[in-house]
């Protein structure tokens, strides 16, 4: 999956197979993912948190895609971080500017040239780029709450932990993360 620059292979930390040359791609960006630097950019996930959860009690009670929605909170949570900017995408309840659907696209090709890079060279028009981590964070967000409403022990254990927390007067309104690591179970 290395893109190919003036017909070379130009490998990154997800592609590199020498050990060597991947731990120097490695150390350069390895401080800005430390757990320190990462609490620095809870602010932002918190924002985005109030908006999502703002939304989804205004739709209280109605059929929503919340596969789609997780997927918006992530874009807007990478957005934030990243740029220090939200896209949107909570806000106006949509795939703003079509993002999310260029990038399926792009998954499209992905998947062609992952199976067939000869293709790469025939195909390069098409390459289409995407904002790292929106997808693996949606994927674990929609995953966690699948697992969460599939194993109704599990369910009930957090809803516990979460009713006790706020009888006790231990949550705002919106949960923030800082909270949620008060809350072991969850």
Known sequence: ?????????????????????HKSLKSSVAQIF????????EVYADECTQIFMEAMLTLEGQ????SMWLQWYAFDVIGAITFQRRFGFTEQRRDVDDMIGKIDIGLQYVKIVGQLPFLIPLLQKGLMSSLA???TTAISLRAMIYYIVKNQHVYDK??????????????SKFITYEECL?????
């Open 133 to 135: 981590g929106s997808d």
């Open 1 to 21: 999956m290395a893109p190919v620059y003036q017909g070379a292979v130009l490998d990154s930390m997800f592609t590199a197979r020498d050990p060597v040359y």
């Open 158 to 171: 957090i809803q516990r932990e979460i009713d006790e927390a706020d009888r006790n007067k231990q949550l």
């Open 182 to 186: 008060k809350l072991p179970y969850l």
């Open 34 to 41: 430390s757990m320190t630097n990462m609490k620095n950019f």
């Open 63 to 66: 059929p929503v895609d919340f």
